[in-house]
């Protein structure tokens, strides 16, 4: 099941999950880009870490915009 993280009586996830779980890393999220666009993901020193939306952002603007209002999708698996 999907989690899609928004502003609630709560405040939004602000460190990657999957980094977490998979990596060990506990790494703030961020705006990254790849080839298929923008997303929210994590990184370290040595480049990007994970890719925590599901969702791919058509622009920066849209990516940070959904990570400041929480409105994205959190993926479950790498």
Not at 6 to 21: C, F, I, M, Q, V
Not at 22 to 28: A, D, E, V
Not at 55 to 71: I, M, N, P, S, V
């Amino acid at each position: 099941m999907n989690q899609t993280t928004t502003l609630s009586n709560t405040a939004p996830t602000r460190h990657g999950h999957l980094a977490k779980e998979w990596c060990g890393k506990r790494l703030p999220l961020q705006v990254l880009q790849s080839q298929r666009g923008y997303y929210v993901g994590t990184a370290d020193d040595e480049g990007p870490v994970s890719r925590e939306s599901e969702e791919y952002f058509r622009t920066d603007e849209l990516a940070r915009q959904a990570l400041q209002d929480g409105h994205w999708t959190q993926k479950q698996e790498p």
